[in-house]
Nanobody, 126 residues
Framework: QLQLVESGGGLAQPGDSLRLSCVTS????????IGWFRQAPGKEREGIAC????????NLADSVKGRFTISRDNAKSTVYLQMNSLQAEDTATYYC???????????????????WGQGTQVTVSS
């Protein structure tokens, strides 16, 4: 059974950094793109990052470009979201996603995804 498990969230101050991890199991992650979404209370879900199966292509939303980056270690079946220069607006629950149908490209965040992790909470506050 395909599973995604996020970790690494917590409380941070503005300007701090956090690294989220998404550990996958139940499938061969090497062949599939992985993405990150987030949802803040009262706001719509937002796609923020995806990475291609090889790691050679990355797509970042404008809201996080220049501050966040995504990477993957296929040997560890893990995808990372490095978040730097955190802002209060980054407060949200962060989810990793995948779907065998979609590759990481400019339209990735428009798709519906079959597989979601349980989410990890990030709170940025002084």
């Amino acid at each position: 059974q395909l599973q995604l498990v996020e970790s690494g969230g917590g409380l941070a101050q503005p300007g701090d950094s956090l690294r989220l991890s998404c550990v996958t199991s139940g499938f061969v992650m090497d062949f599939y793109a992985i993405g990150w979404f987030r949802q803040a209370p009262g706001k719509e879900r937002e796609g923020i990052a995806c990475i291609s199966s090889s790691g050679g292509y990355i797509n970042l939303a404008d809201s996080v470009k220049g501050r966040f980056t995504i990477s993957r270690d296929n040997a560890k079946s893990t995808v990372y979201l490095q978040m730097n220069s955190l802002q209060a607006e980054d407060t949200a629950t962060y989810y990793c996603v995948t779907d065998t149908k979609w590759g990481c490209n400019g339209a990735y965040f428009e798709h519906e995804f079959d597989y979601w992790g349980q989410g990890t909470q990030v709170t940025v506050s002084s």
